[in-house]
Every structure is written in structure tokens, then in C-alpha cells.
């Protein structure tokens, strides 16, 4: 069992960035696809980007130059680096995992992973 928890959410202006933490806890976490997923009132939610046990990356194409995925294995810590952020950016975000070790095409199918965090908001005003 994977437990998760994001934090370095809040409130910025556009244009600004910020840096979200996951920190993940359980057996065998550092074998899982793990992912950045987002969700903004009256909308679907939406994958971003995903990290799996190799390090390799796959990001949305329309937030690929602007956000960034990484992990710390030593921290036990996903992060999701944001940089010109834009209103539109504004969401709850969720970081998820799913006991695969490579992730797949499937990557943004929020329905495939099996664990969640409990989220934490971004506003960009």
C-alpha cells in the first residue's frame, strides 16, 4: 500500500511558478508509474505528466514546456515544477501512482492508478 501526500500549493500571480511535493510512503513505491494529475471546477480531470521506476518521462503536449516532473528517491519525494503559470492553470492538483514500474500510453487515464493523494490547490490569479 502506497500512502501520498502533496504539498506547495497556493496562490500566485500569473506568470509566476511554483513547486509541488509528493512525498510517497509504502512497500515498493519506487516501483510504481507516478503521475501529476489536475482537476479545475465544472472540469475533467487531467493528466499531466508521469515519472515511472526508470526515470523516464511522458508530459501532456499542452503543458510540456511549461511543467516539469522529477523525483527524489532519497526524499522519497515526487515533484511537479510549474513556471509561467496562467490562470487557466488554476485546479486541484493530485499526485497518483499505480504498482507498474514503466508506464504506458495509459499514462493519463486517471482510472489506472491506484493510489491518490489528497491534493493540493493552485490559483493564479
Known amino acids: 500500500h502506497v500512502q501520498l501526500v502533496e504539498s506547495g500549493g497556493g496562490s500566485v500571480q500569473a506568470g509566476g511558478s511554483l513547486r509541488l511535493s509528493c512525498v510517497a510512503s509504502g512497500a515498493n513505491y519506487r516501483r510504481n508509474c507516478m503521475g501529476w494529475f489536475r482537476q479545475a471546477p465544472g472540469k475533467a480531470r487531467e493528466g499531466i505528466a508521469v515519472?515511472?521506476?526508470?526515470?523516464?518521462?511522458a508530459y501532456a503536449e499542452s503543458m510540456k514546456d511549461r511543467f516539469t516532473i522529477s523525483k527524489d528517491n532519497a526524499k522519497n519525494t515526487l515533484y511537479l515544477q510549474m513556471s509561467s503559470l496562467k490562470p487557466e492553470d488554476t485546479a486541484m492538483y493530485y499526485c497518483?501512482?499505480?504498482?507498474?514500474?514503466?508506464?504506458?500510453?495509459?499514462?493519463?487515464?486517471?482510472?489506472?492508478?491506484?493510489?491518490w493523494g489528497q491534493g493540493t490547490q493552485v490559483t493564479v490569479s
Open positions: 497518483a501512482a499505480v504498482n507498474i514500474a514503466l508506464c504506458g500510453s495509459w499514462w493519463s487515464v486517471g482510472s489506472r492508478y491506484n493510489y
Open positions: 515519472i515511472d521506476s526508470d526515470g523516464d518521462t
